[in-house]
């Protein structure tokens, strides 16, 4: 876009009135163009060349002296389309992409699509605060709102960083109070793990093995490769979700990380494990879970094909059905991870220690949203406190 420059049109006579022609930029096909538009200033008959001026002063004014951002011109789903998927969205992870897009084209763009990008920004504007209030009817789930304001934010934030408009307006929204407290996040004891690995095939029973003795994310889990597994410690610098390729999200996840011994041991027994897979007209075919054990070959390979495994696949095929089987309400791959980091709490292992396990950045992650407290954590507590209580009180 070209830079705005001060203007000072004369007026002239067009027929039989005075008008004046303003440069003004247009946003138009994704892209600015500047366009020389006729602005009438009134009837010759009626005002005289000097009131002509007077008026055409009148009308550049606001236009000379007012700063004015492209977010005037450019819309909510211009913007989207145009900055915001091509800048953003491609240097997030898959699944975060696929989630943001769904919630742009199912709820914000449907919302907030042909409104600009300053009037949504404007702080005496408060159609962002009553749309997000609007949704305590839609019988949504207070995270989902939750996560709709985030994506909504991310856009507007991006905006700003290009200078669209001055301020993000998602940071003076309140979302409605939930309906209901939040929920623990679930997590299941050693035992119950133990009966779910009966239950699921190889070599998945392996995978969750896994990932509830080492809380690795299953992104991880997929992109090992026979290079990463050490004596005693896995080297995680590779995820891979649902085929999208990268590194850990975070410096603190890309590390060497120790393992008990008995994680190795299981991982190198799939190397003397084969699966017979068929039946009915094809017949039984026998797969090698492993096929190639070279240092650069995954770890966890497809069963038939050899290639990297997707995690949803998993949890619908194998630890949903067997988790039901037992009759637990809830096991997905998070699960996992919070009863591995829960089980660090139960075996008083110190908090940094379980930090450095769970390689999170800061400790209060560990503490506030993955270590849960189980009812047995709840019932050692007090009968500590009755024996402290009953030790200290005189009889």
């Known amino acids: 876009m070209a830079r705005r420059r001060y ?13 004046i022609l303003v440069w003004k930029d247009v946003f138009e096909n994704g892209d600015w163009n500047r366009k020389r538009v006729p602005h009438v200033l009134g009837a010759v008959n009626d005002i005289g060349f000097r009131e002509a001026q007077q008026r055409a002063a009148a009308v550049m004014d606001p236009l000379n002296l007012q700063p004015r951002s492209p977010g005037v011109a450019v819309t909510f789903r211009h913007f989207v389309d145009d900055v915001y998927k091509k800048i953003f969205l491609p240097v997030q992870s898959k699944a975060h992409a696929d989630r943001y897009e769904g919630i742009l084209e199912n709820h914000l763009l449907p919302a907030f699509g042909d409104i600009a990008l300053f009037d949504l920004a404007r702080p ?3 159609e962002v605060q009553k749309y997000f209030i609007g949704l305590k009817d839609k019988n949504l789930a207070h995270a989902s709102m939750s996560k709709m304001l985030s994506c909504f934010s ?3 934030q991006l905006a700003v960083e290009q200078s ?6 998602a940071g003076n929204v309140v979302l409605p109070r939930a ?5 623990p ?3 299941i004891t050693p035992e119950q793990a133990a009966a779910v690995l009966e239950l699921v095939a190889e070599p998945y029973a392996t995978m969750i093995f896994v990932a509830v003795n080492t809380g690795l994310l299953p992104s991880e889990i997929a992109a090992l490769r026979w290079k990463d597994i050490l004596e005693d410690a896995i080297v995680i610098d ?3 979700c649902r085929g999208d390729w990268g590194a850990p999200k975070t410096d603190a996840r890309n590390t060497v990380l120790a393992v008990s011994p008995h994680v190795i041991q299981r991982i190198h027994r799939l190397k003397e494990l084969s699966v017979v897979i068929g039946g009915g007209r094809g017949g039984y075919q026998t797969f090698k879970l492993v096929k190639r054990s070279e240092p650069d070959d995954l770890v966890f390979q497809s069963v038939r094909k050899g290639v990297v495994m997707r995690d949803n696949n998993i949890l619908s095929r194998h630890i949903k059905p067997a988790a039901r089987k037992l009759g637990i309400p809830f096991v997905n791959w998070r699960c996992f991870r919070t009863s591995f980091a829960t089980w660090m709490k139960r075996a008083g292992i110190p908090v940094r220690d379980a930090q450095g396990q769970m390689r999170h950045a800061r400790a209060s992650t560990t503490i506030d949203i993955y270590q849960q407290t189980s009812d047995e954590h709840q019932r050692d507590a007090v009968r500590k406190l009755d024996s402290f209580t009953r030790s200290t009180t005189v009889q």
């Open 124 to 126: 005496t504007d408060i």
């Open 179 to 183: 309906k209901v407290g939040r929920a």
């Open 7 to 19: 203007q000072n049109p004369k007026p002239k006579r067009h027929g039989n009135q005075w008008r």
């Open 238 to 240: 590779e995820k891979c």
């Open 185 to 187: 996040k679930p997590n």
């Open 164 to 169: 669209y408009v001055s301020v993000n307006p």
């Open 154 to 156: 991310t856009v507007m």
